[in-house]
């Protein structure tokens, strides 16, 4: 099982730079498209970019942390908003997200930003309904009813197969994804690297 770890800047930052550059700008379809981003950057770069646990929802997969912060602005939340993420969206009608201001361009590099406007590209005009089924892939289907997804069923639904998701798994069991964005041929000869060292170690 894959060790990914929950990145709150970026999820922050791939939420406002998301929602400045869609019409309707209604939770499901900024949770699908940053659900699709995910599962492209961690077949791209060995990563996700938010690292946020996703929960198989009836209407597809739902990032929990997310989905935390954004009822902690609406005011449904147990958790008071200490951290003043009220500063940088307001929400409305209860599911719209009004952006404040728009991400930080230094919290996201270069290539999450390619991959976002890939995915904003792909699935913003879409319906509810039209993204609702493609979010309902492999990994979703594979995930009982609110219980998460793992990140291995996503690895594989985003085209990794069962070496590379191995390799993943082994990395991540020696120390969380990379935090830095990695090529497959640079994660793959990391974690030899950490391999060999633990193996030189006795």
Not at 121 to 128: D, P, T
Request: hydrophobic share 40%.
């Amino acid at each position: 099982m894959m060790n990914v770890q929950f990145d709150k800047v970026k999820t922050l930052n791939a939420l406002l730079y998301v929602a400045n550059r869609l019409q309707r700008k209604d939770f499901h379809k900024i949770f699908k498209i940053i659900y699709f981003a995910d599962r492209q950057y961690l077949a791209e770069w060995g990563r996700p970019i938010t690292g946020d646990t996703y929960i198989a929802m009836e209407a597809g997969p739902v990032p929990s942390r997310l989905y935390d912060m954004l009822k902690i602005v609406r005011g449904d939340s147990y958790i008071s908003d200490t951290e003043g993420l009220g500063r940088y969206f307001q929400i409305e009608n209860w599911m719209y997200v009004n952006p404040l201001q728009d991400a930080d361009p230094g919290k996201l590099s270069a290539k999450e930003h390619d991959v976002l406007d890939a995915c904003i590209a792909k699935y913003a005009s879409l319906s509810y309904d039209e993204i609702k089924e493609k979010s309902h892939d492999v990994a979703w289907r594979s995930t009982a009813r609110d219980f998460s997804i793992s990140w291995d069923n996503i690895a594989r639904e985003a085209g990794l197969d069962e070496v590379e998701v191995a390799c993943l798994q082994e990395y991540s069991t020696l120390r969380p994804l990379p935090e830095r964005d990695m090529t497959p041929d640079e994660l793959y000869d990391a974690i030899e690297k950490e391999i060999d060292y633990i193996y030189a170690q006795g």
